[in-house]
């Protein structure tokens, strides 16, 4: 099943919701869907950023990646 929640590009906001992309609720299904492999979620969400990068070439890196990666960490740490 896909999900709604998946980003509109290139202004980078839930198709769902209208948060910014990725929403809370895609944040909890790519939790669920990549159990156990945080680097592989890290490398899928890495895709994505760079697909950003290139919609919003002047957008300061650092948010970018807080936005598509930083929540990528394990919550345990």
Do not use: K, N
Not at 47 to 68: C, I, N
């Amino acid at each position: 099943m896909t999900s709604p929640h998946q980003p509109r590009r290139p202004g980078w906001r839930c198709a769902a919701c209208h948060d910014e992309w990725p929403c809370a609720r895609r944040r909890a299904e790519l939790r669920a869907e990549f159990e156990g492999e945080r680097v592989r979620l890290a490398l899928h969400m890495a895709g994505y950023l760079g697909e950003a990068v290139l919609d919003h070439p002047d957008a300061a890196e650092s948010l970018l990646y807080d936005r598509f990666l930083g929540w990528c960490r394990d919550r345990r740490r």
